[in-house]
C-alpha cells in the first residue's frame, strides 16, 4: 500500500528565475477553493494524483504529467486519490515565458498559451523535475540554469498553441571560443547561464544551444570535464582527492567522485592508485 502523504509545502525562491517562486509540497487533505494567478503554473506531480477543475473540465495529473494553468485561468486543486499527490511547481512570470518563446522564434510571437488538459509528456516532466531540483539545491548555477531554460522553451516549443517554429541555428566558432575561454578561466568561479551569454551577446537559451550544437555537450557538461581534466593533473602532481576537488570547483569530495567516476569508470582514489 502506498503511504498517505501529509499537508506540508515550501515556497522558495531562486535568482536564476527571477520574480517567480517554486513550491515543493506534498497534499491529502487541504483542498485549493477556486483561483487564479497572474503568472503561468507548471506542476509536475511526482507522486499520486491531483485533480483540478479548469477551463470548464476536471483533470486528473498523474506522475509523469504536468498540470500547466494559463495566467488569470480559474482552477481548484485537491486528492484524486486516496494518498494525496506530491508535486514540484513552477510560478514563472509572463515576461520570462513570453521572452523565451521570442529567443526560440528569434522574432516577437506573443506569451504563449497552453491547451487546458493535462500535458503528458514524461519526458518533459524528467526534465522539468529534474530544473525545479537543481533550483533548489542551488549547488551549480549554470547546471540549473541551463536545464530550467531547455525544460521551459521544449514545453514552449511541443504544447503551446501558439507554439512558435525554432529559429534557424548559424554556426559561430568564434562566440563558442569566447564562452569556453570564460568557462576556463577559473573552473572555481560560479558562473551562471546568463552571465556566459551576455558575455557573448546572447540570450541564455541561444548561448546555450550555439554551444550545445557546436561542441556536443551543453556549457555545464564541458565545464565539469574541464574540471575533471584539471582535477586529474593535479592528482598526478601529488594533491589529494580532497584538494583536487576543493582547487577545481567541485563542491564537495563526494561530488567530485561521482563525477569522476561517471567518466573514469573508477574513483579517483583509485585511479591515483593505477597511476602509480
Known amino acids: 500500500m502506498s503511504r498517505l502523504f501529509t499537508d506540508q509545502a515550501r515556497y522558495w525562491r531562486s535568482p536564476l528565475l527571477p520574480g517567480a517562486e517554486m513550491l515543493t509540497a506534498e497534499y491529502r487533505e487541504h483542498a485549493f ?17 491531483e485533480g483540478y477543475s479548469y477551463c470548464g473540465a476536471e483533470h486528473v495529473a498523474t506522475p509523469g504529467t504536468i498540470a500547466v494553468i494559463n495566467p488569470g485561468e480559474v482552477h481548484t486543486g485537491s486528492r484524486a486519490v486516496e494518498e ?33 488538459q493535462v500535458v503528458a509528456d514524461a519526458d518533459l ?3 522539468l523535475a529534474r530544473a ?3 533550483l533548489e539545491s542551488g549547488a551549480d548555477a549554470l547546471a540549473a540554469e541551463t536545464a530550467l531554460n531547455a525544460a ?13 517554429l525554432p529559429a534557424r541555428l548559424t554556426a559561430d566558432a568564434g562566440r563558442v571560443a569566447r564562452m569556453q575561454e570564460k568557462l576556463a578561466a577559473d573552473p572555481a568561479e560560479p558562473v551562471t547561464l ?23 555537450m551543453p556549457p555545464h557538461a564541458w565545464r565539469v570535464q574541464l574540471r575533471l581534466n584539471r582535477a586529474q593533473e593535479l592528482l598526478r602532481r601529488g594533491l589529494s582527492v580532497t584538494e583536487a576537488a576543493a582547487a577545481t570547483g567541485f563542491t564537495d569530495q563526494s561530488h567530485f567522485t561521482r563525477h569522476f567516476k ?8 583509485r585511479w591515483v592508485l593505477g597511476g602509480r
Open 33 to 49: 477553493a477556486p483561483h487564479w494567478h497572474e503568472h503561468y503554473v507548471f506542476a509536475v506531480v511526482t507522486a499520486g494524483a
Open 84 to 116: 494525496g499527490w506530491a508535486y514540484r511547481v513552477f510560478y514563472p512570470q509572463v515576461a520570462v515565458i513570453a521572452g523565451l518563446a521570442e529567443a526560440l522564434a528569434g522574432c516577437p510571437v506573443g506569451a504563449p498559451w497552453f491547451p487546458g
Open 125 to 127: 516532466a524528467v526534465r
Open 132 to 134: 525545479h531540483v537543481l
Open 152 to 164: 521551459f522553451s521544449l514545453l514552449i516549443a511541443r504544447h503551446a498553441r501558439n507554439r512558435p
Open 194 to 216: 546568463s552571465e556566459l551569454a551576455a558575455s557573448v551577446g546572447l540570450s541564455p537559451f541561444h548561448a546555450a544551444r550555439l554551444f550545445a550544437r557546436q561542441v556536443g
Open 262 to 269: 561517471r567518466a573514469h569508470g573508477v574513483a579517483p582514489g
